[in-house]
């Protein structure tokens, strides 16, 4: 018997070249994974399907054909037995099936072999057409038995995957859409065509399964890659090579002198080196971007993580400082009532204390509205009340608050205004006057000896603030660092123990809410240091203008009560 090439069987060997490529594509490129390698396996059974079917086509004696003929459906059996067992088990990289799961699925498989095999049983004889397709003459009930065989594991194959897909989440769900949607098309025309038909005495298209089968191990391979997206291109170089490898070695084969058989094998050889080449440039390139991928999602999800576990702790401190809060401000009140003498008078040395404690207390109070400030801010929840007024009078009301505290300290606060009354800004008073008060009360806890200049002016379009001081200055290394949460200075818990590093990270949130900026400038260690602060101001023009759109709102408010 000679293989016949008809056109049927070059496209079944085409099939089934590639059906071998695509499960050897998966197995390569997933090694260790056990269900991917079960593909494989499938794809090797497909093969065999398709290698029996020209055999089969090709046969012009019953004897042959009727060889073939078993082989053609005791392979067609183990497709579906190979795709079950893939199914179960994908996206699974070890085997975890039970043993009782796994023999449910061989046993009937084996049986329905046994039966395929068995002379006179289920495949009784062959009738050789020397035109058409030959026919198989099967016992009818056997036959509808192997057709409910396979529907039945096909379909139980198709469950288990869509079972997975509603268990899966993100990448292993797309991947699963590709197999069960791809693969369910071929799977119906070929169980139509090759099952079904025949059971009626149709031949004529019973090769039509191993062709359109392609599609399905296609399908299921671009379905297994697909997270590799690059990868689409090495498949397609490689088949694209393989074609070409094909037809050169045809060529050689084909020729009609030794001439062209030295020539063909020289292009050939050519060929195989450059197709060899092309792709593992390829490769090596998609394996560098799919690297490239993989780390960013990777980064991408750390992000997302940190992302989640700063909201969780930013929400922790809201909620934590909130009830911290109450109480504080509880013992507070009634230290102030005792050392007003509100319950009666009290030793001097106990007074000594209590005021001690108040004063921490104080602290403590600060402290906890800096942490709420700090989550404020980072949930956006911080709210500002903007208005109109003369940023220069807030400033000189806050030195003069703080003028006894410098005293104390014995330092030379000193006061310079050169606004001339243009200094309104439309800003939200209390955070302002948060920020200058913070500003300034760190100039004086930060300078040993010596002076504190607070400098109010205008600079262009804004409110420039400039507060210098003669204190323990800030090292250039770590001027850029000390706007950020719970950043000091390495000397900073020296001079002032009670610090916590968030002052100035939540002015500079304030101040850039304002469309402000805020910095620092130093010479360096011990040499003073000097916080600029400017936010935008109402030019006077802009505050005439201002005032006239508020008189006519008024007026026009007036106008229809009058009427
Ligand atoms: P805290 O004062 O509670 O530590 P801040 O955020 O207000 O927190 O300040 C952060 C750090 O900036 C301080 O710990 C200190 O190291 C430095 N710093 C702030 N103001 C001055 C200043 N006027 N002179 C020198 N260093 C300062």
């Given at each position: 018997m000679i293989l016949e090439f008809d056109i049927i069987n070059i496209l079944i060997a085409l099939s089934t070249v590639a059906n071998l490529l695509y499960g050897f594509l998966v197995y390569k490129r997933t090694q260790g994974s056990t269900s991917n390698s079960l593909f494989f396996l499938l794809a090797i059974a497909v093969s065999a399907w398709g290698i029996s079917m020209i055999v089969f086509r090709s046969a012009d004696s019953v004897l042959p054909a009727l060889v073939a003929a078993r082989w053609l459906y005791a392979a067609a059996a183990a497709i579906p037995t190979f795709f079950l067992l893939f199914a179960l088990l994908y996206?699974?990289?070890?085997?975890?099936?039970?043993h009782r799961t796994t023999a449910l699925v061989l046993i009937p498989y084996t049986f329905i072999t046994l039966l395929v095999f068995?002379?006179?049983?289920f495949i009784q004889s062959v009738v050789i057409n020397a035109t058409g397709e030959h026919s198989i003459i099967f016992d009818q009930n056997l036959h509808v038995l192997y057709a409910f065989f396979v529907a039945g594991v096909f379909s139980t194959g198709y469950i288990a995957l869509i079972r997975t897909y509603l268990k899966q989440k993100g990448l292993v769900r797309m991947q699963i859409v590709y197999i069960l949607f791809g693969a369910m098309v071929p799977t119906l025309v070929g169980l139509f065509t090759n099952l079904i038909l025949p059971i009626y005495?149709?031949?004529?298209?019973?090769?039509m399964g191993q062709i359109s089968i392609a599609a399905t191990t296609g399908l299921i391979t671009y379905g297994i890659l697909?997270?590799?997206?690059?990868n689409i291109r090495v498949i397609a170089t490689e088949l694209l090579i393989f074609v070409v490898w094909v037809i050169a070695f045809l060529r050689i084969v084909l020729s009609k002198d030794t001439a062209a058989v030295v020539f063909n094998t020289v292009a050939f050889g050519a060929l195989i080196l450059v197709g060899y080449w092309l792709i593992k440039s390829v490769t090596r390139e998609v394996e560098t971007r799919e690297k490239l991928e993989k780390i960013t999602h990777k980064l991408q999800e750390t992000n997302d993580r940190l992302k989640e576990l700063d909201r969780q702790k930013s929400e922790f401190l809201s909620i934590a400082t909130h009830q911290l809060r109450g109480p504080l401000a509880g013992i507070r009140g009634h230290l102030s009532l005792i050392i007003d003498g509100s319950y009666g008078s009290i030793p001097e040395r106990a007074r000594d204390v209590i005021t001690r404690v108040f004063t921490s207390s104080g602290l403590l109070a600060q402290t906890i509205n800096d942490f709420l400030d700090v989550s404020r801010i980072e949930q956006g929840r911080m709210k500002y009340e903007m208005r109109d007024f003369d940023c220069d009078g807030l400033i000189a009301g806050i030195v003069e608050e703080l003028r006894p505290v410098a005293e104390d300290r014995k330092l030379e606060l000193s006061f310079e205004n050169a606004c001339e009354g243009v200094c309104t800004v439309h800003a939200d008073y209390g955070k302002l006057r948060h920020i200058f008060f913070n500003l300034i009360d760190n100039a004086i806890k930060y300078t040993e000896k010596g002076w504190i200049k607070v400098h109010v002016t205008t600079s262009g379009s804004s409110v420039r603030t400039e507060i210098s001081d003669s204190g323990i200055g800030i090292d250039p290394e770590e001027v850029d660092d000390l706007?950020?949460?719970f950043v000091r200075a390495r000397d900073a818990s020296g001079i002032?123990?009670?610090?916590?590093?968030?002052g100035l990270f939540v002015a500079r949130q304030m101040v850039e809410a304002h469309k402000g900026k805020v910095w620092v400038e130093s010479?360096?260690?011990?040499k003073g240091s000097t916080f600029i602060v400017e936010v935008p101001r109402i030019t006077p023009e802009e505050q005439r203008r201002a005032a006239a759109e508020a008189r006519k709102q008024e007026k026009e408010d007036e106008e229809p009560k009058a009427l």
């Open positions: 996206p699974q990289k070890k085997y975890t099936l039970r068995l002379p006179n049983a005495g149709y031949f004529q298209w019973n090769w697909r997270h590799r997206i690059f706007f950020q949460k002032n123990v009670n610090g916590t590093g968030l010479e360096g260690k011990g």
